[in-house]
């Protein structure tokens, strides 16, 4: 049996859970590598993919006989075929934090199950440890993410503007890649004041700072990748606070390693930021696989231990309003001992 699935049904005997219902639609890619609309049942006897006709050709294309999954068209299944799936299962697992309450009380009926229980991110935290194949797919992103980068260091003149950029980078990633891992972010100017700027008809100008959010999906998983860099020379009013946000970014870097605590990370970097007379406005990192953002999230308002092989970013930012804003960003893998980081793009005062 494919392993994630055995994995499944071992956590499963654990919490004595005689079955599951997966309805989130990444969750099921993880278990399966199916994308495509349906349900997936884990019942006592077998694996079940329940999907609409139109997807049966690409869900059988997909599986393999390892993976031990029948499927089923929704249309030809009858009322007795749902409530004979979960018969004699006293405890039925579903994804209270993905399922809307009228979901949760379809289920109830059309399945006939006696005790519907929640699952508490089950999955989800699972899925913080990436496998040698995960890794090696958000480590293929994060090269073409740094490729990328490259490209548009030299593409990039005054004169264009911040959604010429940005189409500049989607086609890029779309030539070579999944697509966009999120909307790529292009501020130039006082527009850098805003962490989650959208591209804007505004002009790229001599000495200007530009900061670049971007990220793309190889196999369905993520790389993300920010730079602050400079057009024709640094502007001295930048510098001190550039340094700064560097000069965390770097010492997270090392930080960052098997058992080191986020809340402790973060808070040594707010810490820092304040004793220069900055606020610190959003986390330290967050980890990213089958989504862009997902758990663990870095911050002085969690408390986990990072574990190796978990992927996650390292994006310290300052930002005055009105005027401009710095973050530097990097995906990492953690180890051992360390971490490695899997964009390498150059940080020390890139002017272009």
Known sequence: MNSKLQWLRNKMNSLDLQGIIISNPVNIRYLTNINAEGTLLITRKENIYITDGRYIEHVHSVLTLFDEINV???????????????????????????????????????????????????????????????????????????????????????????????????????????????????????????????????????????????????????????????????????????????????????DYKDGANTRIVSKMVENDFRLNGYDFIHSLGHGLGLEIHEPPYISYNNDTLLKENMVVTDEPGIYIPGKFGVRIEDTVQITKFGCIKLTNSEKNYIII
């Open 72 to 254: 089923y068209d929704i249309k030809d299944l009858s009322k007795d075929d749902y409530e004979n799936f979960f018969m004699f299962c006293e405890n039925v697992g579903f994804e209270e934090h993905y399922v809307t309450y009228a979901k949760y009380k379809e289920y109830i009926r059309k399945y006939k199950i006696n005790n519907l229980v929640e699952t508490e991110y089950i999955i989800e935290k699972q899925r913080m440890i990436k496998d040698e194949e995960e890794i090696h797919n958000i480590n293929k992103a994060c090269n073409i993410t740094d490729d990328c980068f490259k490209y548009i260091l030299g593409y990039i003149k005054p004169g264009m503007t911040e959604k010429q950029i940005a189409k500049e980078i989607d086609e890029y990633y779309n030539e070579r890649t999944d697509g966009l891992a999120f909307e790529t972010i292009v501020a130039s100017g006082e527009n850098t004041s805003k962490p989650h700027a959208v591209p804007t008809n505004r002009k790229i100008q001599e000495q200007d700072i530009i900061t670049i959010d971007m990220g793309c999906k190889v196999n369905g998983y993520c790389s993300d990748m920010t730079r602050t860099f400079f057009v024709g020379d640094v502007i001295e009013e930048v510098k001190p606070i550039y340094d700064l946000v560097l000069k965390n970014q770097l010492q997270t870097l090392e």
